[in-house]
């Protein structure tokens, strides 16, 4: 308990911290349920357009619906950008502070940069749940709606495949991160990384209505564990063997993506330079 | 053995450089260009436990590099360092355990967070036991004047407040050794005031052994009974305090006030420094010409209203000092 004590602390100070923010919480649902609105909409049409093709669509309306709202739910669930707080200590040199803390420094920014990501995703998650999951069937668009799981089976798929999505999304923020501290600045890689997350991570285009020739390279990749797979698992897209083939992955990558980021973590800290002062 | 030791510590740093203007910048997307600069060249030095050491130099020479190394942040390149018998960057997290560290020029506490919220979430990080921190931070409160900003964000402190919320973040754990570098810097006067006497206490009634750097030679004045200069990445000098003051700068100054306008004075061995109205300034050498011999030669050739001794303002001193060693800022 003892070992853990500053990590629970780093984690829930700025869990609490950041949940303050109201107003960014509240732009960020707007934004959300804008553009969840127009690709649903936009699915919509694809699907009763060619019904020949929605037929042998591997996902049907309902689960494409179902996951457009939860994908634009966790969007801060994804490693949009490197942690605000570890870009503006490298800048100022306060990273130096965070090396006299007597932790392990990758720990302590890995617990900070999850805290960062839930307590972003957990107001905007709860608003679309209500929007999109009550609202509307109350107002009579059921058809549009955010559903749930189909199965237990995929709920409780879905329950171990979120906090895995977390880590393994905390595990590439700090690859981000770490490259931010070699190179004292977070636009060029922000800027680089956001295209990437936003396709393969599914949030553009559900990664199952990729051709088929290219799913088996879009499952294993690392950003599919960051959303794709934990929605699959909600929708009941995937189940049986992928089920657990996809919780596999997301638990692979975390931990490839760790052993790789406390590794260059180590290479950067012993070539750190606290300029100034 | 001493509870610091470093030995012919060395550090490099490399620095990217660009040619001015346009043309510099595209040609720094192809080749940029680095220039190695030597921030510490053979620095050694000791400490005992319970020393107060002031640790000056102009900017640049090395100060908070050697702070940086000596608190495991930075690695260096070569050389010896041991504090409480670890290497520093080695063994960093039983090292910083056992450290104190204020940086005045950054914060260590968290903007957005009031200090209260700071100082519990520092204790958490240190793992001080809870009722430790209790006692321990009520201290520190009171003797900082801490009290009635404890609710307020970091973010809206006055420097001073923050200044005084930093050390006692650095103290929280109670370290055995504290590491100043410059928290001075841009406090008004109560307020430095306020940090000395902290520092002072924290040496004097717990022991802590203080190692600081600053700019401002009344910190050094009040605090420090040793003193090491540091230059060009190496230490210049080692010494008591008075002891450099008196080798560096054996000039005394006496002010003079005359009855009526001040006389050109032609005295061998004096020099005047400078001329207002009816009062003269001037700089002699007290092994030449003794002090009471002028007085009363100057009292008995002119009349005069007063008379002032005094001795060159320490920032004098030190920048002399500088000079003589050719270590003026580069």
């Not at chain 1, 879009?218 to 063997?241: E, K, N, W």
């Not at chain 2, 220039?35 to 050491?53: H, K, P």
Request: glycine letters at 8%; proline letters at 6%; charged letters at 20%.
């Amino acid at each position: 308990m003892d070992a853990a004590r500053p990590y629970l602390a780093a984690f829930s100070s700025r869990f609490l911290l950041m949940l303050q923010y109201r107003a960014a919480a509240i732009a960020g649902f707007a934004t959300q349920c804008w553009w969840g609105g127009i690709k649903v909409m936009i699915y919509a049409a694809f699907f009763a357009a060619a019904p020949g093709a929605a037929a042998a669509s591997p996902m049907t309306l309902v689960q494409v619906i179902t996951y457009t709202w939860l994908a634009q739910a966790l969007l801060a669930l994804t490693p949009w950008s490197a942690d605000p707080e570890v870009a503006l200590s490298v800048r100022t040199g306060s990273v130096a502070y965070d090396r006299l803390r007597p932790v392990d420094t990758y720990s302590l920014w890995y617990v900070r940069g999850a805290a960062w990501m839930a307590s972003r995703a957990l107001p905007r998650a709860a608003l679309m749940l209500l929007g999109a999951g009550l609202v509307l069937p109350l107002i009579g668009l059921s058809d549009w709606a955010w559903k749930p799981p189909p199965t237990l089976a995929a709920a409780a798929a879905f329950a171990i495949s979120l906090p895995l999505a977390l880590a393994l999304s905390a595990a590439f923020l700090m690859i981000v991160n770490i490259i931010v501290a070699a190179t004292l600045t977070d636009r060029g890689i922000n800027v680089l990384f956001n295209s990437l997350i936003i396709v393969f991570s599914g949030n553009l285009l559900p990664l199952a209505l990729y051709p088929d020739w290219a799913q088996t390279a879009l499952l294993v990749q690392p950003f599919a564990g960051m959303m794709d797979i934990p929605l699959r698992l909600y929708v009941g897209q995937l189940s049986g063997t992928g089920a657990l083939a996809g919780l596999g992955l997301q638990a692979f990558w975390t931990v490839a993506l760790i052993l790789l980021g406390r590794w260059a973590m180590a290479r950067v800290m012993r070539r750190l330079e606290v300029q100034g002062g | 053995m001493p509870q610091i030791l470093v030995e012919d510590l060395a550090k490099t740093y490399r620095v990217a450089e660009r040619d001015p203007g346009l043309l510099g910048a595209v040609k720094g997307l192809v080749h940029r260009r680095h220039r190695t600069v030597q921030a510490l060249r053979d620095v050694s030095f000791s400490l005992e436990a319970g020393e107060l050491l002031g640790f000056i130099g102009p900017n640049g020479a090395g100060k908070s590099t050697t702070i940086k190394i000596l608190s495991g942040i930075l690695k260096p390149d070569a050389g010896l360092v041991q504090v409480n018998g670890r290497v520093p960057f080695t063994d960093r997290i039983a090292h910083v355990s056992r450290i104190g560290v204020v940086f005045g020029q950054r914060t260590q506490l968290w903007w957005d967070l009031p200090v209260s919220e700071g100082f519990d979430l520092l204790a958490d990080i240190y793992r001080v036991e809870p009722a430790r921190y209790r006692a321990n931070r009520d201290e520190l409160v009171a003797l900082l004047r801490l009290e009635r900003v404890l609710d307020q964000p970091v973010r809206q402190l006055s420097l001073g407040q923050r200044m005084r919320a930093e050390i006692a973040a650095a103290l929280l754990h109670e370290p055995d050794i504290l590491f100043l570098d410059e928290p001075t810097i841009g406090l008004d006067a109560p307020s430095k005031l306020a940090v000395r006497e902290v520092v002072r206490r924290l040496n004097r009634e717990r022991g802590v052994t203080v190692l600081l750097t600053t700019h401002d030679m009344h910190d050094i004045e009040a605090l420090a009974e040793r003193v090491i200069v540091i230059g060009h990445g190496q230490v210049l000098a080692d010494s008591p305090f008075e002891t450099l003051r008196a080798n560096v700068l054996a000039e005394r100054r006496l002010v003079v006030d005359f009855a009526h306008a001040a006389p050109d004075l032609n005295l061998p061995g004096v020099e005047v420094r400078s001329r207002k109205g009816q009062t003269l300034e001037l700089a002699f050498d007290p092994a030449r010409t003794p002090t009471p011999t002028l007085i009363a030669a100057l009292a008995a050739a002119h009349e005069v209203v007063d008379i002032h001794v005094g001795e060159p303002a320490i920032e004098e001193v030190i920048a002399r000092f500088y000079d003589l060693h050719g270590a003026g800022e580069a």
